[in-house]
């Protein structure tokens, strides 16, 4: 089947607008996360959403940061008001849920640039 | 909180030539631990993990990690290396199931002919 998808692949934006990032995980994947690759920072949790639970949103950087995922599938990372600083790769990986650490599939992540 | 480090940030190695790509975490608990890949242009991939059991974790493209608990390392080695495992390679932990990856900042890989 299809693999994490993420869209778009590529975003500039002004620094002050708003940003919406979308991620389609594995059918079936009840867990859903957020990381952030950039330069000099590696790669950052932000969120993690994990089947009905409340998600756990201590990797987001500050409050400009939000995820929503709608009907246990899709999920959409916003960003208000973006600054230069928010420029990277934000990727999205999904996981089944089991006993032990499922693996997590990555997707190709959306490359954001603030300018 | 848990942390891994990747002592090497770049690489060089001679195709052919054997590579280690050194990973220590830190944690106080029991870990799961990974390596995964990123191909340039391309996003990650699992190459291998250590959830239990044997401490030698085999890849099929011949990468082997091996858990060392007193040592808290996890260091990535392949024999002979090819131009295609040009890459970053990163080292990740986590301390239970299904739980956000503490990633370490990569370690890129560059195979010369």
Known sequence: GAGVSQSPSNKVTEKGKDVELRCDPISGHTALYWYRQSLGQGLEFLIYFQGNSAPDKSGLPSDRFSAERTGGSVSTLTIQRTQQEDSAVYLCASSAMGQVQETQYFGPGTRLLVL | ?113
């Open chain 2, 1 to 113: 909180a848990q942390s891994v480090t990747q002592l090497d940030s770049q690489v060089p190695v001679f195709e052919e030539a054997p590579v280690e790509l050194r990973c220590n975490y830190s944690s106080s608990v029991s870990v799961y631990l990974f390596w995964y890949v990123q191909y340039p242009n391309q996003g990650l991939q699992l190459l291998l993990k250590y959830l239990s059991g044997s401490t030698l974790v085999e890849s099929i493209n011949g990468f082997e990690a091996e858990f060392n608990k007193s040592q808290t390392s996890f260091h990535l080695r392949k024999p002979s290396v090819h131009i295609s495992d040009t890459a970053e390679y990163f080292c990740a932990v986590s301390s239970s199931g299904n739980t956000p990856l503490v990633f370490g900042k990569g370690t890129r890989l560059s195979v010369i002919a």
